[in-house]
């Protein structure tokens, strides 16, 4: 194979890409926080969810745990924010001990599965019918049903508070909370083994259980959700669930896999029974060890995506953005990353287009998380541009990249600011994000113009 000459566009194309990407991730990464900094906040947000837990254990000792495990962003080192969210699994040890629990898969529409109780004692305990577990996470309508989980935390934490003689505030029967000024209050619920941290909210936002922490004085978000571990993992999961044999291997070497309640609405009876498939240790181990430049373009995907939600709304779940690249990561053979981009947009544009994606671990299961579609092709247009014609984006200095980080919105973003400023200066010629000229005043027009004009005073 030939090499490319000294002045290939596609070299230079690909030199400007990449130092767009790799300087606007390593600005984020420094802005992120210390290292040592996160990692005590971490460990003290961690002991906050030990000492609820032991409360919560003393209230209903079915939620007994000895297992919490950090997952998200942070354990991803993915973070584009500073720290200031954390999302734990806390695994019911009841369930999750070997030979508690069976698998049935049948009738169970793909990624999902029926949980059977072996022991009569536990299916006494628990939601069962016809020895079929049923949701334990969240409230249910029923009131002839053990109390579930986030209702049996919301008791303990309201119970600390009285100890306490902390004044709390109920909204709906599902949120408690200290009265404050700011977000940083170092006022509130403590904790005898952590000082310097202060619990403003506890609250159910189904499906999961959300704390809202004042930690060293930073406000920290703290989500958590119970999960079942299950060891025998060949019953549940093979190679022919998966297109990528070194995915399915990865699982396999994991040893177990968990098992979550899923919301839906409605509460059929059916669906109160359904728990979601999930490999999320797997990939989390994964995101964390792909390569720079993969991880790079995710993270920088994640950027873009919160400045699209803070000009308008949210463009594409994150979770859809985390898949795209794990599934590109697994067939690339690039080592450029314009070619990696390029492919990223492509699945993307699937995504757009079919409203799923499908699973990397099970081929089957397709995620639906719907966004919305003019602006997810606004998003789409703008990385079509930048991996078909980069020779358009001007290289980022370190200034250009504080401006983003400031929030200079969104066309800074790309290093473009003429070309976009120019477009809609002059309203007959075609917008660069819908391809419409804005001689007639449309809602899409007004919205491309607030952006040009909060972008260049």
Known sequence: MSQPMENDDSVKDTSKLSKLIDDTVSIVQIQVGEHAINREIEMKVKDVVKEVLLYTKKKDFRFKSSEIISVGSYKEKTKILATDE?????????????????????????????????????????????????????????????????????????????????????????ILRVETKEKTDRTGVTFKSVGDTFLHQASIQTPNFILSLVVNGHPVTVDI????????????????????????????????????????????????????????????????????????????????????????????????????CIQHSLTCESIT????????????????????????????YNIQKRAILEINENILSILKDMTSDSTDITCFNRSDIDKLQSNKQLMSLYGMERQYKHRHVDPTEKCVFCKKNHLNITPDADIHVQLAASTFP
């Open 86 to 174: 954390f999302d734990f699994l806390v695994v019911i040890d009841e369930l999750s001990k070997p030979g508690a629990i069976s698998i049935v898969k049948d009738d169970a529409p793909p990624g999902f599965a029926y949980i059977e109780v072996n022991d009569k004692k536990l299916t006494a305990k628990w939601w069962c019918v016809d020895k079929r577990l049923r949701q334990f996470q969240y409230p249910s309508k029923f009131s002839n049903v053990p109390k579930s989980f986030s209702e049996t935390m919301l008791a303990s934490i309201s119970e600390i508070a009285k100890r306490q003689n902390v004044k709390l505030y109920i909204d709906n029967n599902c």
């Open 225 to 324: 959700c119970p999960a079942i571990r299950y060891n025998n993992v060949k019953e549940v999961y093979s190679m022919r669930d998966c297109d990528y044999p070194e995915l399915a291997d990865r699982v396999f070497k994991k040893g177990s896999i968990l098992f979550v309640n899923q919301y839906f609405d409605g509460f059929s009876s059916l669906k109160q029974g359904l728990f979601k498939i999930t490999f999320t240790e797997t990939e989390v181990d994964f995101v964390h060890n792909m390569t720079k430049h993969h991880k790079n373009i995710y993270m920088f995907l994640k950027l873009l995506n919160r400045h699209f939600q803070s000009l308008l709304y949210n463009p594409f779940p994150s979770y859809v953005l985390k898949i795209a």
């Open 337 to 364: 990353i314009a070619v990696c981009l390029k492919h990223i947009v492509e699945i993307l544009s699937l995504y757009t287009k079919n409203n799923f994606i499908s699973s990397p671990f099970i081929k089957t």
